[in-house]
């Protein structure tokens, strides 16, 4: 079975690193899904304005095409070993995903384009797929989350002098601000990194900026890190 691809997403982050490792975790995300040709028909989104939520079926289009059966989970720590199946992993046989994401809004013009609030999506992905979120039918209360029982910590974030008047000089800088808090806040690091003092400068790309960062920790002299704080060091604007 061919997959048509139904649409694209612009999105807020040009790059897979840093991009929260599930839908919801920051609210301050925008996206757009353009709809391509035939589905970009006004009819194809009629009633769709109704519903709050949306799930959205996609393509992981920067990951190796290559699967594996066991794969290894930033959340437990990126060294035990699950199944693929077990997992959300983007390293699956189809290399399709699924997040659930609020429909903020629909544009018209020229043809219709679907505005997306809380998104985990790289810019460019294919989109295969678009259905109305039904809380009543989707959601569990007796459900089980396995290795992932709740949302996973978060660390406390500071932004330099330089950032904050960064901020401060455009128009979009309290959605900016938000955004880059919501999403450092979660150590987009990767996972072996966080077990240790970790002395590296990291950069996040989100909209037009690049955002520097560093971890400081304090360990009390026993080896074992008790205290992190992201700090935000400096925001680039690529031309």
């Not at 997959?3 to 694209?8: A, Q, V």
């Not at 897979?16 to 589905?39: C, D, E, M, V, W």
């Not at 290559?66 to 699950?82: D, M």
Request: aromatic fraction near 6%.
């Amino acid at each position: 079975m061919a997959l048509d691809i139904i649409g694209t997403i612009d999105s807020c982050y040009p790059d897979k690193f840093g991009i929260p490792r599930q839908p919801g975790l920051a609210p301050s995300a925008t996206a757009i899904l353009r709809l391509k040709a035939p589905f970009d028909h006004p009819d194809s989104v009629r009633g769709l304005e109704q519903f709050s939520h949306l799930w959205i079926s996609f393509i992981f289009h920067q990951s190796p095409e290559r699967w594996t059966p066991l794969i290894r989970p930033p959340r437990l720590g990126g060294n035990a070993r699950i199944g693929v199946f077990a997992s959300r992993s983007t390293h699956r046989p189809n290399r399709l995903g699924l997040s659930l994401v609020e429909l903020a809004g629909i544009e018209y013009t020229p043809a219709p384009a679907l505005v997306l609030r809380g998104h985990d999506l790289v810019d460019g992905t294919p989109v295969v797929d678009i259905k109305p979120y039904l809380p009543w039918a989707d959601s569990a209360e007796e459900a089980r989350a396995g290795f992932a029982p709740e949302p996973p910590p978060r660390l406390a974030v500071q932004l330099s002098d330089d950032c904050r008047r960064v901020l401060d000089e455009r128009p979009d800088g309290e959605s900016l601000g938000a955004l880059i808090r919501e999403v450092l806040s979660q150590d987009p690091r990767p996972a072996y990194r966080r077990r240790k003092r970790d002395d590296r400068r990291y950069g996040v790309r989100l909209h037009d900026l690049d955002v520097r960062f560093h971890v400081q920790s304090s360990d009390h002299g026993s080896g074992e890190n008790h205290e992190s704080v992201i700090m935000v060091d400096s925001l680039v604007q690529r031309t």
